[in-house]
């Protein structure tokens, strides 16, 4: 999948998702920063899925109407990756959650819940195994992660 990736995403983030077997660009490498119209007009004439932490993008789409490819805003990931602290404190590898979000791009079936925030998981096949089930009632939920993996196995 091609993927442009926003300035404001780390630009380690390029490696991660390149390493998933993704076209992937990172708009940080351009100097000035061309903007959000710009940078949105680019992913779509280049066919990218545009990846952000910014929410304009999504007002540029539904609001103004510009033509997009795909607009996925990654929640929870900070812009930067933080260094390693001088006293070794340990900080958060932000790299499994970037995995997580590039398989669930390989999968069409997950796209409408991304749009919606919601990221289905991906660690159940251990218990669940392959079984099918008739009906999932997913109980305790709070954004229904698990009722998208149940949908789309």
């Not at 091609?2 to 993704?22: E, P, S």
């Not at 076209?23 to 119209?37: F, I, Q």
Request: charged content about 25%; proline content about 7%.
């Amino acid at each position: 999948m091609k993927l442009l990736l926003d300035t404001c995403v780390w630009g380690g983030t390029t490696a991660v998702l390149t390493a998933a077997g993704h076209d992937v660009r990172w708009m940080g490498e351009t100097d000035p920063d061309p903007g959000d119209e710009e940078i949105m007009r680019r992913a779509y004439d280049e066919g990218c899925v545009l990846i952000t932490l910014d929410k304009d993008f999504g007002e540029l789409a539904i609001v103004y109407g510009k033509p997009h490819r795909g607009i996925v805003r990654l929640v929870n990931i900070p812009g930067r990756q933080p260094p390693n602290p001088p006293d070794k404190t340990r900080t958060r590898d932000m790299s499994p959650r970037l995995r997580k979000y590039a398989k669930l791009l390989q999968s069409p079936a997950c796209w409408p819940a991304l749009l919606h925030g919601v990221a289905g998981t991906l660690d159940h096949d251990v218990a669940l195994g392959r079984d099918r089930f008739a009906t999932v009632i997913d109980v305790g939920a709070n954004k229904g992660q698990f009722a998208v993996y149940a949908r789309t196995r």
